[in-house]
C-alpha cells in the first residue's frame, strides 16, 4: 500500500506539472488527480494483486489469482495488465466522445464559452452584478496606489516596476493590455471615475 500510494503522489505531481506546462486550465487538479491516480490505480492491480480465491477443486488458494510483482512467470498476470490497459482505453475513448458531444452541443448554442470582457472582468460582475472579491491593486514595488491618469507607452517602459494588471470600475482585476486593446492606442488610459481612483 506505501508504494501504490507512494507511486500514485509522483504520478499526480507528474501530470500535475505537465497540465501547467501545456498551459491547460485546471485550478483544482481534478485532471492530475484522477489521471494520475486513477490509471495508476488501474495499473496497479495486475501488478501489486496477491489474494486468494477457489481453485478448480472450490478450494480458496493464492494460487488462483496471479500478479506480475508475485507470480511473474505465469502468463495470466501479463494479461491481468493487458486487461488493465483495455480498461483504460475504453474509459477513456468513452470519455472522450461524449464530452466532445456536449461540447459541440453547448458550442452550437453558444454556451460553451463566455465573451472576453466577461472572462477578464469576472462571470460574477455579469450574472450577479457584482464582483466576486473587491480587490483593490497596490503596487508595493513603487509604494502608491494606482492613480487615474494617462500613462503614455514610454512612461511604462521607464517605471518598469510599473504593476501590469489593474482594476476596474467594479473592483474586478483585469490586465492592463485590456484597457490598451479597449481604446485601440499605444497609450494605455486609466481614468479614474470616482473618489478611490479605480479605472
Not at 506546462?21 to 483544482?28: E, N, S
Not at 512467470?73 to 491481468?80: M, P
Not at 452584478?129 to 500613462?151: H, S, W
Amino acid at each position: 500500500a506505501v508504494i501504490v500510494g507512494s507511486i500514485a503522489a509522483l504520478s499526480f505531481l507528474l501530470w500535475s506539472k505537465l497540465l501547467l506546462k501545456l498551459h491547460i486550465d485546471d485550478p483544482v487538479e481534478t485532471a492530475a488527480v484522477h489521471i494520475g491516480g486513477g490509471l495508476w490505480g488501474i495499473f496497479a492491480l495486475p501488478i501489486f494483486r496477491r489474494t486468494v480465491g477457489p481453485d478448480s477443486d472450490g478450494d480458496f488458494t493464492e494460487n488462483a489469482f496471479f500478479s506480475i510483482i508475485y507470480r511473474i512467470s505465469v502468463g495470466e498476470s501479463w494479461r491481468g495488465l493487458l486487461n488493465s490497459l483495455c480498461t483504460a482505453a475504453v474509459v477513456m475513448a468513452w470519455t472522450a466522445i461524449f464530452v466532445a458531444l456536449l461540447f459541440l452541443v453547448l458550442k452550437l448554442i453558444s454556451l460553451l464559452k463566455v465573451s472576453q470582457e466577461e472572462e477578464l472582468r469576472g462571470i460574477d460582475l455579469f450574472q450577479h452584478g457584482e464582483p466576486a472579491y473587491a480587490l483593490r491593486i497596490y503596487c508595493a514595488a513603487c509604494g502608491e496606489q494606482l492613480q487615474g491618469k494617462t500613462i503614455e507607452q514610454e512612461t511604462v517602459g521607464v517605471r518598469t516596476n510599473f504593476p501590469n494588471i489593474v482594476t476596474d470600475a467594479e473592483g474586478a482585476i483585469v490586465p492592463i493590455e485590456y484597457f490598451n486593446e479597449r481604446n485601440g492606442s499605444n497609450a494605455m488610459k486609466i481614468k479614474s471615475i470616482n473618489e478611490e481612483n479605480r479605472v
